[in-house]
């Protein structure tokens, strides 16, 4: 292992985690990052639409100290892990990619601009397809999530307790109000251009760097249930992780949403702004999940065939979304549910039963159900499936440290991962997963997607 945290570093970290996260909302996400149509920035032709250098500079801004303060959090959150889980060999790991990739973002070199640049930055632009961009949404509670369930940690000084945290205090109180574009009507200097280009390298690599986290994490637990001769995680671990996954979708977002902005051509697409697909089919995309979930259950158990399942979807339901996110879930659930599908009848039944997955849209939520007659869940083990680690297949398939992925795709079930983490995903964006069993019949999955997209992150 060649690069060590120093002690200073270590006390860069500790002075950013006391400092709070700043929630996003997807809908600010998008307003953000819309194109803007009138106005004087013209991109260069043959480049296609490319977020303008002032506003992706803010943004950079916005990152270069949100992110670090995100991963502080972390980097201390491991190390506060009870009953020697800190001390695993793949904790320590993780940990130190959180530290690096901090290291990384708050020495990455920041251009010299002169004032009057500095000046116009903070200018916001002033109107984008009629709308004063200072008027931007306001985020709302996230409505499934308990205030401060996932927050980092239990206590913040919320920035403005001691002096020594003055300096970082006063800097994110500017940059939090970056989610308007800046005045991109004139040209920039270069120092400003190749900030922005080298900010988005670093981000690529950190976003590299971490694909492997969930895995190693995981590995992580196992290490320390086999020293410890221990079977289930508890409440203490079960709240750690969940806050570590729900940061890490977040991060990942962040991150990923500001790559895709600097290179919108590789999207012709005019529905997506970043990786956000504005007017994301539901469709389209259970089908999809219907079709990938399927083909792994036929791999898995070597049939010919896999259990049907119906959608039943009014063909042009579409919202604000991460297409990724929610393939993601679908396919985690469907996998599910197939599974107890062929598990309960057997795999050299004739013909399985339908699993259905019914779409609805309302006014507030679109909410798609998964119902399944795979034989459902004693209840005594509902609260169960919710733990990381819980899964009822015998072997757990191999989690060597190669094995680089960043979330567990291709295998048809076997870590206990699939719903505690679909169900971060679904209120992450103020969404939700809950699910409903009849033991002896079949199980009722319900994700609740929210149409709103004003919801924060829910970090606080
Ligand atoms: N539709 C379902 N019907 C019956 N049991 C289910 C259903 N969905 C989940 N379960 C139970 O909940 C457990 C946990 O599910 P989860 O998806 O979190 O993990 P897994 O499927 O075991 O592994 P993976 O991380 O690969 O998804 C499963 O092992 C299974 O026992
Ligand atoms: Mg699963």
């Known amino acids: 292992m060649s690069w060590r945290a120093s002690e200073r570093l270590m006390e860069t970290i500790a002075h950013y985690a006391n400092f709070p996260a700043t929630g996003v909302s997807l809908r600010q996400m998008v307003q953000f990052g819309e194109r803007p149509s009138t106005g004087t920035y013209r991109p260069h032709i043959t480049m296609g639409y490319l977020t303008p250098p002032g506003t992706l500079f803010r943004a950079s801004q916005f990152l270069s100290e949100e992110l670090p303060i995100r991963l502080a959090h972390r980097v201390q959150d491991l190390d506060n892990l009870p009953d020697g889980l800190n001390e695993m060999p793949s904790i320590r790991k993780v940990q130190e990619w959180y530290a690096q990739s901090f290291e990384e973002l708050v020495t990455l070199p920041r251009p010299s601009l002169s004032s009057e640049v500095r000046e116009r930055l903070m200018r916001p632009a002033r109107r984008i397809n009629g709308v004063d961009q200072r008027l931007l949404s306001q985020t709302t509670a996230n409505p499934s999530v308990r205030k401060g369930q996932y927050q980092s940690a239990p206590e913040h000084t919320n920035g403005n307790g001691n002096g020594n945290g003055h300096e970082v205090g006063r800097r994110t109180a500017q940059t939090r109000r970056y989610y308007y574009p800046a005045d991109d009507g004139q040209d920039w200097p270069p120092e400003l251009n190749a900030y922005n280009k080298r900010f988005a390298e670093s981000l690529e690599k950190i976003k590299r760097r971490h694909d492997g986290v969930v895995t190693t994490v995981a590995q992580g637990i196992l290490e320390w249930k086999r020293k410890k001769q221990r079977m289930q995680i508890d409440n203490n671990i079960q709240a750690f992780l969940d806050r570590f996954y729900m940061s890490r979708i977040g991060i990942r977002m962040l991150i990923g949403q500001h790559i895709a902005l600097l290179d919108q051509k590789q999207r012709p697409d005019p529905n997506y702004v970043g990786i956000i697909c504005t007017k994301t089919n539901v469709r389209e995309l259970a089908q999809e999940a219907i079709d990938n979930a399927r083909f792994v259950c036929e791999d898995h158990y070597g049939l010919f065939d896999a259990p049907k399942v119906q959608l039943i979807c009014q063909p042009n339901i579409n919202f604000m979304y991460v297409p990724g996110h929610l393939s993601h879930m679908l396919f985690e659930t469907l996998?599910?549910?197939?599974?107890?599908?062929?598990?309960?009848?057997?795999?050299?039944?004739?013909?399985?039963?339908?699993?259905?997955?019914?779409?609805?849209?309302?006014?507030?939520?679109?909410?798609?159900?998964?119902?399944?007659?795979?034989?459902?869940?004693?209840?005594?083990?509902?609260?169960?499936?919710?733990?990381?680690?819980?899964?009822?297949?015998?072997?757990?398939?191999?989690?060597?440290?190669?094995?680089?992925?960043?979330?567990?795709?291709?295998?048809?079930?076997?870590?206990?991962?699939?719903?505690?983490?679909?169900?971060?995903?679904?209120?992450?964006?103020?969404?939700?997963?809950?699910?409903?069993?009849?033991?002896?019949?079949?199980?009722?999955?319900?994700?609740?997607?929210?149409?709103?997209?004003?919801?924060?992150?829910?970090?606080?």
């Open 335 to 460: 996998k599910n549910s197939l599974r107890a599908v062929v598990e309960t009848h057997g795999q050299d039944m004739e013909e399985f039963p339908v699993t259905k997955v019914i779409v609805a849209e309302g006014r507030e939520d679109i909410t798609i159900k998964v119902s399944d007659e795979g034989g459902g869940i004693p209840r005594s083990s509902i609260p169960l499936v919710w733990t990381y680690m819980y899964t009822t297949v015998d072997q757990t398939p191999s989690l060597d440290p190669d094995f680089n992925q960043s979330d567990f795709k291709a295998p048809m079930a076997g870590f206990g991962y699939g719903l505690p983490i679909s169900r971060l995903y679904a209120r992450y964006f103020g969404g939700d997963l809950k699910l409903i069993s009849m033991e002896g019949y079949g199980t009722d999955v319900y994700l609740h997607l929210n149409r709103l997209s004003s919801s924060s992150e829910p970090l606080q």
